[in-house]
């Protein structure tokens, strides 16, 4: 699996962390900076992540900021990518079995390494579930991306 990540300033230092340990576990990655704790524009470092990940030069990919919070927005706007806020293991678990993400952004000014390391191996190795109401709402997303706008029936499960 090769894995995109990035991070602005407020993430530069979890990258770091998050880079040696799973190089070690042998993980692909590929680092797209940013190169130091300088402070740049998170936007163009979540939009290569998410390009490298809609485009199929990555698997999936992961966001480091402050929060997490401006990565994810900016990682939301391309199509094909659904990035995922986490800052919890059960969050982590979710956002692969329910939401399918395929971008992980994490907050480098929020977690501690520790946490931030487990929510990263949850989220790897969490597989989507596959199930059927799944796919019906991952595909009013896409529906709504693509510029339609997905029926929205009262009640279904
Ligand atoms: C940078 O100070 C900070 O705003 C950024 O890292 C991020 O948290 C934005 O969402």
């Not at 680092?31 to 936007?43: I, K, L, Q, R, W």
């Not at 402050?66 to 969050?91: E, F, H, K």
């Amino acid at each position: 699996m090769t894995i995109a990540i990035a991070s602005d300033h407020g993430g530069y230092a979890l990258r770091q962390h998050l880079r040696t340990l799973l190089e070690a576990e042998g993980q692909e990655l590929v680092d797209m900076g940013c190169a130091s704790e300088e402070p740049v524009d998170y936007p163009p470092y979540a939009f290569r992540v998410a390009e490298a990940v809609a485009g199929g030069e990555a698997d999936v990919g992961i966001l480091i900021c402050g929060t997490g919070i401006g990565m994810s927005l900016c990682a939301n706007r391309v199509p094909g990518v659904r990035a995922a806020v986490v800052g919890d293991t059960y969050s982590a678990r979710m956002s692969r079995e329910h939401n399918d993400a395929n971008v992980l952004c994490l907050g480098g000014r929020t977690l501690g390494p520790d946490l931030a390391a487990e929510i990263v191996r949850v989220w790897l190795a969490t597989p989507f579930s596959g199930g059927e109401r799944h796919r019906r709402r991952l595909a009013m997303v896409a529906q709504r991306e693509g510029g339609g706008t997905p029926c929205c029936p009262s009640s279904n499960g």
